[in-house]
């Protein structure tokens, strides 16, 4: 996830001025923004899942949570394409299926039992 959103976030530089120019729903400098935090909270995550860091174990599923909820808010009140109302079933079932998977993984005994020794 900081990967994709490092992506993002480079991609939303390199364009900033044709962004600007163009009537988005959202502000480029918020697209930026968002997708810098979400860099550095990823990045930081990651590190420290490495490290079996125990804060890491239970952060995992709280920030996928929150940022699957920024995505889905941004979608459902700022989506003006036909592209969202189509994909947004997909999109839906991917998400829960990738939830499901990161909280169960991370919440699984032996899973627990590394991070807290």
Do not use: C
């Amino acid at each position: 996830m900081a990967v994709f959103n490092l992506v993002s976030f480079i991609g939303v530089v390199q364009a900033y001025t044709v962004l600007a120019g163009l009537e988005l729903a959202l502000p480029p400098w918020l697209l930026a923004a968002a997708s810098a935090i979400w860099t550095v909270l990823f990045g930081v995550i990651t590190v420290d899942l490495w490290r079996l860091k125990p804060w890491a174990r239970l952060g995992t599923p709280a920030a996928l949570t929150v940022y699957l909820a920024q995505i889905w808010a941004e979608r459902l009140f700022f989506g003006r394409s036909d592209y969202v109302r189509v994909s947004t079933p997909f999109y839906a079932v991917m998400h829960l299926v990738l939830l499901a998977l990161v909280w169960g993984v991370l919440w699984r005994g032996k899973v627990r039992r590394a991070f807290s020794a």
